[in-house]
């Protein structure tokens, strides 16, 4: 689980505060239901102690004290409901004490006399056995009698019974509680995040050969909507700029290819027209090698535009591989063998592919030319195809310069150059790689490079073979 996640950190957060408020509810509603149930039971004790003063005691002059203490016991049968009643007068001699309760609860002789207080007073004793009594305490005076006092006692038993059920409930459903509520959260987070996780994967996807695609738009008509949505739009901003910089690039090596063969016509003649003096000729000469250079390069750029704006697939017919690989090769010897190289093409198995020849073709070109390019004098390069698991390799490998380590993962881009080995810098653009990469991704194909500073290289094309 990802700790870090806003799903987790929204629910552990969730989950904290409600246990915490959770647990100050029940705290509060325990204290509270103590509170008023001890209160309950004082004032009902309270009420008892004046009836049997108001009852009782404001007639003991009349009645006799015998009398109030044979009527308190007929009236509250103290030893039957587990009651304390205790009348006391002002001397502190007693008048009447109910005896022990029939179960035994508690020991009314152990229950000793409040200190002298005010009129009304409560105490709450512990007695042996874990249990609590509640005493009511009340000095009853009337007029033309003695003072009493009378105290009202009760077990808190019914009341402790009844708080600790409610607190083992608290202890179990409190947790029970805040797990499931969480659970809910974690589901609902889990159901409102989820679009981020659709709009994420297909960011993922978008390359600047798909920048058409659109992101999933959620609609749930809240943030995340908005948010799809605006990144859809910036998107389809970035996909206008991509599209208006192509075309840009596509127009301009368009609109120079013109001018370019008319210069290089021009320059031609001016180097070869006898009429003209030597010097000039000499500089025309020099001035069309340059025209010829720029010509391969606006070639070059008009050839990637195309290949960049997806060209047609009318041209894609069905060919080996092998036999392609096999003529490229010869043709390109002529150009070997004048840095006395020699190219030995390994490609007897047929392979079936299919796809734009001449592309293909133009592939094998630029990775043979590269090898011969920069293999010194004498050198080797070896030209295989072969087949493994479906695909077809083709692979060029040279015993020449090599490529630095930190300058491999650029070698396919537009117009890098590892400066050190530019041999002959005048025909280097950069920008045969970048060609081979774009028409290998155009036939679902890949390529790599592998290479050993001072000991070689080794180009390799990745291509699906053909089923049919
Ligand atoms: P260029 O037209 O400069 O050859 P490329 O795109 O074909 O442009 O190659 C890019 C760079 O990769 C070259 O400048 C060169 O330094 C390096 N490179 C390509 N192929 C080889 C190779 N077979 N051996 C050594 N370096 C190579």
């Not at 700790?3 to 552990?12: E, K």
């Amino acid at each position: 689980m990802n700790t870090r996640s806003i799903s987790f950190r929204l629910v552990a957060w969730y989950a904290g505060w409600l246990a915490v408020i959770f647990l100050l509810l029940c705290a509060l509603l325990y204290l509270d239901l103590r509170h008023f149930l001890e209160g309950d039971l004082r004032d009902s004790q309270l009420r008892r102690a004046h009836q049997i003063g108001d009852a009782l005691l404001a007639h003991v002059k009349q009645s006799g004290e015998p009398y109030v203490a044979s009527q308190v016991k007929d009236w509250y049968e103290p030893e039957v409901n587990d009651r304390f009643i205790r009348l006391t007068r002002a001397d502190g001699t007693l008048v009447y004490a109910s005896g022990m309760p029939h179960d035994g609860s508690f020991d009314p002789a152990q229950i000793s006399a409040p200190p002298p207080s005010k009129t009304e007073s409560f105490s709450k004793l512990a007695l042996p056995g874990n249990k609590n009594i509640l005493i009511a305490s009340l000095n009853y005076k009337s007029p033309g009698n003695p003072d009493y006092l009378v105290e009202f006692g009760q077990l808190l038993d019914p009341v402790d019974t009844m708080l600790d059920h409610l607190l083992l409930q608290l202890i179990l459903g409190l947790p029970l509680a805040v797990i499931i509520i969480t659970a809910g959260g974690y589901l609902l987070v889990q159901r409102a995040l989820k679009p981020v996780e659709q709009i994420t994967r297909a960011a993922e996807r978008i390359t600047q050969h798909n920048l058409s695609d659109r992101l999933p738009i959620a609609q749930t008509g809240d943030e995340m909507e908005r948010l799809s949505v605006s990144l859809n739009r910036m998107i389809a901003r970035l996909d206008d700029a991509f599209q208006h910089s192509k075309r840009f690039v596509a127009d301009a090596s368009h609109e120079l290819r013109t001018p370019l063969t008319i210069l290089r016509g021009e320059l031609e003649n001016m180097a070869e027209d006898t009429r003209v003096d030597g010097e000039v000729r000499e500089r025309a000469a020099s001035m069309l090698e340059e025209a010829v250079h720029l010509s391969k390069i606006v070639e070059q750029l008009f050839t990637l535009s195309r290949l960049d704006a997806g060209e047609a697939q009318a041209e894609w017919t069905r060919f080996d591989l092998s036999e392609l690989a096999k003529t490229t090769a010869d043709q390109l010897s002529l150009l070997a063998e004048d840095k006395g190289i020699s190219i030995v093409c390994d490609a007897s198995q047929p392979m079936p592919v299919e796809g734009d020849r001449v592309r293909l073709k133009q592939v094998v070109v630029n990775l043979l030319d590269n090898a011969i390019k920069y293999t010194p004098e004498k050198g080797s390069i070896k030209l295989r195809v072969h087949g493994v698991n479906g695909h077809v390799m083709l692979e060029v490998e040279d015993n020449g310069i090599g490529i630095p380590p930190d300058a491999l993962p650029y070698v396919f881009e537009r117009f890098y150059r590892v400066d050190q080995m530019r041999t002959d810098g005048s025909e280097s653009a950069g920008l045969g790689l970048s060609i081979v990469k774009s028409i290998c991704a155009a036939h679902g194909a890949e390529v790599e490079a592998n290479s050993v500073p001072g000991q070689g290289s080794c180009f390799c094309v990745r291509l699906p073979l053909s089923k049919n």
